[in-house]
T-cell receptor, first 116, second 116 residues
Framework: AQSVTQLDSQVPVFEEAPVELRCNYSSSVSVYLFWYVQYPNQGLQLLLKYLSGSTLVKSINGFEAEFNKSQTSFHLRKPSVHISDTAEYFCAVSEAPGAGSYQLTFGKGTKLSVIP | DVKVTQSSRYLVKRTGEKVFLECVQDMDHENMFWYRQDPGLGLRLIYFSYDVKMKEKGDIPEGYSVSREKKERFSLILESASTNQTSMYLC???????????????FGPGTRLTVL
């Protein structure tokens, strides 16, 4: 079984400042790692994912995350945030390769508030 | 684009009522999932389904049942609603193994259920 810990429930940050949202996981097997984002009054959507290969993965809107196997972490970073990044961010893990379902285990979420 | 729709955005029911939450996806996905989302608890898996008429319990199945009579539709049923089932319910689907995005879950907008 896997578990995910998001260390911060809320992160306020000023516009154009950098941000890091922390995620640690626990698993006895190899994993796939994901960050999903939920904008207000919407469902979740995939932001980025690590399956294999390069440990640094990037999204189209400037976020990046680095898989660190020794520290069992997958922290999400952005060098300069925008008001539109205000949302709740969820880290998730699944077994790799999945048993056909790619069942996800989610963290409790981090609410990012960007302050003008 | 993948589209996952849920029958209602907001629903108010009384204790003891039988409640049906419907989810439909239009991408011929085999895997479908029901989660509930509560503040500070993140997403918790209720039930999932790999195929028509097939279902598996998730982490919190008590008080819920599901139905999947057609591939595109996955229903969540609360046999006798209780106040502790007041929550946001999210449906998701994912493609079968072999698809390029088989690891990705696509979410609907959610149904906010209030049980009085």
């Amino acid at each position: 079984a896997q578990s995910v810990t998001q260390l911060d429930s809320q992160v306020p940050v000023f516009e154009e400042a950098p941000v890091e949202l922390r995620c640690n996981y626990s698993s006895s097997v190899s994993v796939y790692l994901f960050w999903y984002v939920q904008y207000p009054n919407q469902g979740l959507q995939l932001l980025l994912k690590y399956l294999s290969g390069s440990t640094l993965v990037k999204s189209i809107n400037g976020f990046e995350a680095e898989f660190n196997k020794s520290q069992t972490s997958f922290h999400l970073r952005k060098p300069s945030v925008h008001i539109s990044d205000t949302a709740e961010y969820f880290c998730a893990v699944s077994e790799a390769p999945g048993a056909g379902s790619y069942q996800l285990t989610f963290g409790k979420g981090t609410k990012l508030s960007v302050i003008p | 684009d993948v589209k996952v729709t849920q029958s209602s955005r907001y629903l108010v029911k009384r204790t003891g009522e039988k409640v049906f939450l419907e989810c439909v996806q239009d991408m011929d996905h085999e895997n479908m999932f029901w989660y509930r989302q509560d503040p500070g608890l993140g997403l918790r898996l209720i039930y999932f389904s790999y195929d028509v008429k097939m279902k598996e319990k998730g982490d919190i199945p008590e008080g819920y049942s599901v139905s999947r009579e057609k591939k595109e539709r996955f229903s969540l049923i609360l046999e006798s609603a209780s106040t502790n089932q007041t929550s946001m319910y999210l449906c998701a689907s994912s493609p079968p193994p072999g698809a390029s995005d088989t690891d990705t879950q696509y979410f609907g907008p959610g149904t906010r259920l209030t049980v009085l």
